[in-house]
Nanobody, 123 residues
Framework: QVQLVESGGGLVQPGGSLRLSCAAS????????MSWVRKAPGKGPEWVST????????RFADFVKGRFTISRDNAKNTLYLQMSSLKPEDTALYHC????????????????WGQGTQVTVSS
């Protein structure tokens, strides 16, 4: 069955960096676009970034442009999110999600989600 397992979250000071990973299994990872979505307390899911199946095209939400980088290693079936210049408002549970429709930001269309990894940005 499809499994997505995130890791790499934690507590970081403002201005700091973290790298999130998402290990995928149960499907042909290299056939799918993949996305990161975050959920902050009291808010709905917020699209962060999407990467194409072969990793040659990426998109970012305006609020993370220039600070976050998305990448993937199809040989390792792993998705990454490198986050830098973190702000308190980046505090959220970060999920990776399989994205069947290329570059759609409608998270309701994402068909499989991981459980998420918590990122807390605080001094």
């Amino acid at each position: 069955q499809v499994q997505l397992v995130e890791s790499g979250g934690g507590l970081v000071q403002p201005g700091g960096s973290l790298r999130l990973s998402c290990a995928a299994s149960g499907f042909t990872f290299s056939n799918y676009y993949m996305s990161w979505v975050r959920k902050a307390p009291g808010k709905g899911p917020e699209w962060v970034s999407t990467i194409s199946a072969h990793g040659d095209d990426t998109r970012f939400a305006d609020f993370v442009k220039g600070r976050f980088t998305i990448s993937r290693d199809n040989a390792k079936n792993t998705l990454y999110l490198q986050m830098s210049s973190l702000k308190p408002e980046d505090t959220a549970l970060y999920h990776c999600a399989r994205t069947p429709i290329p570059f759609t930001v409608a998270t309701i269309t994402y068909d499989f989600w991981g459980q998420g990894t918590q990122v807390t940005v605080s001094s």
